[in-house]
């Protein structure tokens, strides 16, 4: 992370395991995870379905603690310990101080209550003020977020809403109380691409004129490319690397990132540059591969990382650039050459002449 | 969403041990002081129970599970309603409640005047005898006849003028009109002119509700209607009467149907006219609810009695713990297994006598309640009929098939042989249809009945319906010929052997259209002759003599298997002197009980 | 909407002919007692029992007998006379009908509130022992007829015949306008008999419509608000999970209204069911026709009435 300002983030994680008991086993949704997000900036979080992005951050909230799940670690918010806190405060900085934008909208908002009374009910829920006081506040952030005539729509109830304006309704919601941290679980994933453009830019111009920090939480590189200042990428409930997005995007060091990138399909690639899909799929997070997680969907595996769990450790020369990869950096470095320049994994590993020991 | 509520008559599990519930009953009369009745110690019965016992005045409460079938006194014909007509009106004759020898003279002043060739009856009526309000003037003697007269009219469908008035002149073809026959000389005597000479029968019929007066200047606009209303407007002769509005209107006041009904004083009711003390102020009846409920509450409560049938664990119950509350009466008819003498392979003697043989009597009895309310039955007469003890009196004619209760299949089996079956098993091919009745404990005696027919070799379908379904659509209809009918019962209309023999057996009765109550189609022509020459028969003793030869003759043809002289129990408080009447199943009479 | 309305309306009353018109079937075409020949009785002449069949207007055909009832109905709402007592059904009908209402609403607010309290307790702690004891005892309730249950309650509790003298027992019915306490207090073993079952139905339907529910997304935003817990629970979570239980409410009731036979017998209460079912051990046809009728007025203005609270209670729920 950017640690630029030198000044306290505005939330910080610190080694956060969260693991639910099943019948099935343990499942370890996040494994140790520590990140920082600052006022003012943008921490995006990418990762597949199942690598424990979402579980993170309904745990800053406590959205996790009814459900019997183990949670250690800290997560400080403003120097206090979110974890620790109990219900009642807790409940104070929900939607308040700290306040969290789901993916569907359809399904996110009550179907039976109107708009305008849900928008209300979240004002209410943490300030003393008159309902004709609050109704005017809802119909403030509607048009703030750029729904047309809110003054109506404050009145209808949110299946009268098209897709975009029932999302843009749900951000209104968030951020009536002027929380000082928006945590967007896939915002867009639900909507149009033109849509999602749009919503993007919203939240951009929010951030701006608002000043407060955004956690964006996506599987699609696009949208942190669009909106991150920093990145996360998250594997089997562990961060594997972090760093600014420009850092993340000219010089990926994982190469479960490296999949992530080249699985996108560019304007600037040629017709023939064929796609390079990442083989396998997610693994159990109750029964999770030894060594290093992702092992088994790597090209470039070797056979000691069956055995060894690499830690997240600085880059060379990048020290907010970390990484947990056991493949040396000059190899990671030669392979990332190969595989930008358009070859398959396989060409890339064996032009990339890799020693015995990965180096 | 549909749960078991909706499903409703088969739940409801009525307690009908004894009388059935389109049954009536009336008079008997006892040829000796035994009664015979094995009645256990503590228990009350109509002839050892005091006449009175409790203070003028009050209000006696009435559980019936069984609402009233009619109260117009021309139509009724049920124990329940009798209660009633005879605490309301005054017949010309009526039974006093233990004394079942003679009937008393009611309306009439005094016994009928039977002229020798038993073609005319004359009777006195009683003077100073005043109808209820709204009508409150004398009644005549042209009100009797009136009375009589409409039976016939088919608004009000008297159901049993015609075994009676149809030997009256006119009265075949009556309408409801005057009818040549009964005659009024004068304001105080009224006259029947008899086409044959059953004078005595006649005469002995007038104790039925038919023969109390009806005045024809109110009645007559009522009965115009289909069917007659007279009965919700009625007025009354006797101590009481159904509660009526300013307008005479009982119908909701007075009588509310499956509801309520009250009786309160008649204000016009002279007691020196008549013999009926008439302790109660009031008697309100609630109708309905769940037999084992009010039977409890009746035992357990005050001034209450229960004038229905209780349920079998009720009588159990207060055998057991409140015996000196319960009332056991005989002459309370009998059970008996009609098979169809017609039609089907009943038609042979031997077959007839095979089943009477083969049938477990006692567990049939066993199956109502035991000892307590049932007396096995060997023959067609019941006890207090005259005639029983010349027809055989408890045990019953000396017959093989007869001397075994608990069934015998070695005699059984000696008549299959003789009806045509070797092997002493039925091996022909049809299968016998049962019908029976739903209730308590109806289907179980239909089981016993069907398992006996089973051990012979029959096969058989046994069906169970309601009880009115039973006798007005299955059992005595022509064109169903059922073979078996086990749960049909007989209560006699009065204390004379032909009111207990005549109608279920008497072959000449049977209808081909239409119900019948000779549920086996009896038609023996030697026993249907004999019944006609009977029914002529002049004098108590020799009538007696005369029907008991026909009884031995009807048990030498097995016309149907008998099993139980039923006995009739009845439930009060224990703050009540109950006084039952013999000749009504022992219904507790409102005219004689009292509150203690 | 009012065209909606309209339109169920018209539709109810077309259904209304048609159960008539079955009914009428029905009790003439099964072997039931023939009212006639149960009105005259035995020993009767075939010529009387025409005679009176003739009166009772048995005589005509069917579809003359028909159209003469439906009539009767239509021009001059005569329902018909009883054949036994000569009471008009109208009457008799109007006369039952708040001993049924009392027993039957009352019932249904004592297995509403029973049911939905216990359903609500037992969705929040799903498994827990509180869960498993509650749902047991709803399916011991669930099984116990009905029937039996009065007794039984009868003879535990009433203050007549029971083990513990406490409430008024069988027969203790009188109207709300002769005396409220009476009749509430007679009222309360009633209430019980017909609730039991009903509220452990209802709690079942509560407890898994809730926690469907609760697993909804809007539940999570609710919470993500920062909204207490119990308005979490109550104001987002059940108004979402009663919308099922509404509607069956309404036609559990509507159905209850025509059909309640059992309790009322038991403890002797004069309403229709009871009526409905003297009629048919006697075979008097008008008032077995007018209870139906009733029966099936109810069910049919219970269901437009639920469809009708559905475009309150849904407002995705629009009708044309």
């Not at chain 2, 002995?204 to 209303?229: G, H, I, M, T």
């Not at chain 2, 009526?244 to 006041?253: C, Y």
């Amino acid at each position: 992370m950017s640690g630029e300002r030198g000044e306290q983030p505005l939330l910080q994680v610190e080694e956060l395991r969260v693991e639910f008991p099943t019948e099935d086993g343990i499942v370890h949704a996040v494994d140790g995870i520590t990140y920082q997000v600052h006022r003012g900036r943008t921490l995006g979080i990418v990762g597949e379905s199942g690598s424990g992005k979402s579980v993170a951050s309904l745990t800053t909230l406590g959205l996790t603690r009814g459900q019997g799940a183990n949670i250690s670690g800290r997560i400080l918010f403003e120097g206090r310990d979110l974890l620790t806190l109990p219900d009642r405060q807790l409940r104070a900085v929900r939607g308040n101080e700290i306040a969290m934008v789901f993916q569907d909208p359809l399904s996110s908002l009550h179907p039976f209550y109107k708009v305008g009374a849900q928008l209300i009910e979240a004002i209410r829920a943490h300030r003393e003020v008159s309902t004709a006081h609050a109704r005017e506040h809802a119909v403030e952030l509607l048009g703030l977020v750029g729904i047309p005539d809110p003054r109506r729509r404050v009145e209808e109830f949110p299946h009268e809403f098209s897709g975009g304006m029932r999302q843009r309704a749900m951000i209104a919601m968030a951020l009536i109380n002027d929380p000082k941290l928006l945590i967007a679980d896939e915002p867009t994933t639900a909507l149009d691409v033109t849509v999602q453009a749009q919503i993007l830019a919203l939240l951009e111009r929010l951030q701006r004129e608002l000043g407060m920090a955004i956690v964006i939480i996506t599987h699609d590189l696009g949208v942190v490319a669009e909106m991150a200042d920093d990145v996360a990428v998250m594997y089997a409930g562990r961060i594997v690397e972090t760093a600014s997005t420009e850092l993340v995007f000219a010089h990926p060091e994982h190469p479960y990132t490296w999949g992530l990138l080249k699985s996108i399909p560019t304007l600037t690639g040629g017709r023939e540059e064929d796609l390079v899909p990442i083989p396998g799929t997610p693994p159990s997070l109750i029964r999770r591969p030894s060594g290093c997680h992702f092992h088994p969907r790597c090209p470039y595996a070797q056979p000691d990382h069956a055995r060894i769990d690499p830690r997240l450790e600085p880059v060379e020369g990048a020290s907010s650039h970390q990484v947990a990869c056991l493949l040396g950096a000059h190899a990671r470095q030669r392979l990332w050459r190969e595989l930008s320049a358009g070859r398959m994994p396989a060409e890339a590993l064996a032009a990339a002449g890799l020693a015995e020991d990965g180096r | 969403m549909f749960s078991i509520r909706t499903i409703l008559p088969a739940l409801l599990a009525l307690a009908a041990g004894g009388a059935a519930l389109a049954l009536a009953a009336c008079g008997s009369s006892s040829s000796s002081a035994n009664t015979g009745l094995n009645t256990p110690q503590g228990v009350l019965t109509p002839a050892n129970e005091p006449q009175s016992g409790g203070h003028r005045g009050g209000t006696l409460t009435v559980l019936n599970h069984t609402d009233f079938e009619h109260i117009d006194p021309g139509t009724s014909y049920f124990s329940n309603d009798y209660e009633a007509m005879y605490a309301t009106q005054r017949p010309l004759y009526s039974y006093k409640p233990n004394n079942v020898t003679t009937p008393t003279p009611d309306m009439a002043e005094s016994d009928p005047q039977i002229s020798s060739d038993g073609k005319n009856i004359t009777i006195h009526i009683r003077h100073g005898v005043h109808f209820s309000p709204p009508v409150n003037r004398e009644v005549t003697s042209a009100d009797v006849a009136y009375a009589l007269e409409r039976a016939a009219n088919p608004n009000v469908a008297n159901p049993y003028y015609l075994g009676y008035l149809g030997a009256v002149e006119g009265v075949p073809k009556a309408n409801g009109g005057p009818v040549p026959g009964i005659r009024t000389p004068n304001k105080y005597t009224l006259e029947l002119h008899l086409t044959e000479p059953k004078a005595q029968l006649v005469a002995a019929s007038l104790v039925l509700p038919y023969s109390a007066a009806v005045p024809a200047d109110y009645a007559k606009r009522f009965d115009a209607q289909k069917p007659s209303e007279y009965g919700n407007y009625q007025v009354a002769t006797g101590p009481y009467m159904f509660k009526a509005n300013a307008e005479g209107k009982v119908l909701g006041t007075g009588y509310q149907p499956g509801k309520s009904a009250t009786l309160v004083r008649n204000p016009n009711w002279n007691a020196s006219t008549d013999f009926r003390p008439a302790y109660l102020d009031q008697i309100n009846i609630q109708i309905g609810g769940d037999t084992n409920v009010i039977g409890r509450q009746v035992l357990e409560g005050s001034h209450m009695i229960q004038n229905d049938t209780p349920a079998q664990s009720i009588v159990k119950l207060a055998y057991e713990k409140f015996r000196s509350q319960l009332e056991i009466s005989p002459n309370a008819g009998d059970h008996y297994i009609a098979i169809n003498n017609s039609k089907g392979p009943f038609t042979n003697v031997n077959l007839r006598k095979a089943y009477w043989a083969a049938l477990d009597r006692e567990a049939m009895n066993k199956a109502r309640g035991g000892s307590l309310v049932t007396i096995l039955m060997t023959h067609y007469l019941w006890p207090e009929t005259p005639g029983f003890e010349a027809a055989g009196g408890y045990a019953g004619p000396k017959v093989d098939y007869n001397e075994h209760p608990q069934g015998d299949m070695a005699v059984a089996e000696k008549y299959m042989k003789l009806a045509g079956y070797p092997s002493g098993k039925y091996t022909g091919g049809k299968t016998l249809t049962v019908v029976g009745s739903t209730g308590n404990p109806e289907p179980e005696d239909a089981q016993i009945a069907t398992q006996a027919l089973n051990k012979l070799g029959f096969k058989t379908k046994l069906n169970l319906v309601d009880k009115s379904v039973m006798y007005s659509k299955y059992c005595g209809v022509v064109s169903e010929a059922i073979d078996v009918c086990p749960n049909v019962g007989w209560v006699a209309d009065f204390g004379d052997a032909q009111a207990v023999l005549n109608v279920p057996f008497n072959g000449k009765l049977i209808v081909a259209n239409g119900t019948n109550s000779n549920w086996g189609l009896v038609n023996h022509q030697k026993i249907n002759e004999a019944m006609t020459a009977a029914e002529k028969v002049q004098g108590k003793e020799a009538r007696a003599n005369a029907w008991a030869n026909i009884d031995r003759e009807l048990v030498g043809e097995a016309v149907a298997v008998p099993y139980d002289w039923d006995k009739q129990a009845q439930i009060q408080s224990k703050d009540v002197a109950g006084v039952g009447d013999l000749w009504n199943i022992g219904s507790w009479d409102y005219n004689y009980t009292s509150l203690k | 909407m009012i065209n909606y309305i309209v339109r169920r309306l018209l539709w109810g009353l077309v259904l209304l002919i048609a159960v008539t018109a079955l009914i009428f079937i029905l009790f003439r075409v099964l072997p039931t007692a023939d009212p006639a020949t149960l009105r005259a009785g035995r020993l009767q002449s075939p010529k009387i029992i025409a005679e009176i069949r003739a009166d009772l207007g048995l005589d005509k055909s069917l579809p003359a007998q028909f159209w003469i009832y439906l009539k009767g109905i239509l021009l001059h709402f005569n329902l018909g006379y009883s054949y036994y007592s000569g009471a008009s059904v109208k009457s008799l009908l109007f006369d039952r009908l708040p001993a049924t209402v009392s027993l039957v609403l009352g019932g249904a607010v004592v297995w509403v509130t029973a049911g939905m309290t216990v359903g609500i307790l037992s969705a929040l702690r799903p498994r827990s022992r509180r869960d498993r004891a509650s749902m047991g005892g709803a399916l011991l309730l669930v099984s116990a007829p009905e029937y039996w249950l009065g007794l039984i309650v009868l003879y535990l509790f009433a203050a007549d015949i029971g083990q513990l003298r406490i409430f008024p027992g069988s027969g203790s019915y009188v109207p709300l306008t002769t005396d409220p306490v009476k009749w509430f207090t007679s009222l309360l073993l009633p209430w019980f008999v017909v609730a039991a079952g009903n509220a452990a139905i209802y709690a079942r339907l509560m407890r898994s419509s809730l926690i469907e529910t609760m697993g909804q997304d809007y539940i999570r935003t609710a919470r993500a608000k920062g909204l207490s817990e119990r308005r979490v629970v109550m104001h987002h979570g059940v108004r979402a999970a009663i919308n099922p239980i509404l509607t069956i409410l309404a036609l559990d009731v509507g159905v209850l209204l025509g059909s309640a036979v059992l309790v009322e017998t038991v403890f002797n209460i004069p309403g229709i069911g009871r009526l409905n079912y003297d009629a048919i051990t006697h075979a008097d046809f008008p008032i077995i026709q007018g209870t139906v009728l009733m029966a099936a007025l109810f069910i049919i203005v219970a269901n437009i009435l639920v469809d009708i609270a559905y475009a309150y209670l849904d407002p995705r729920v629009r009708y044309s």
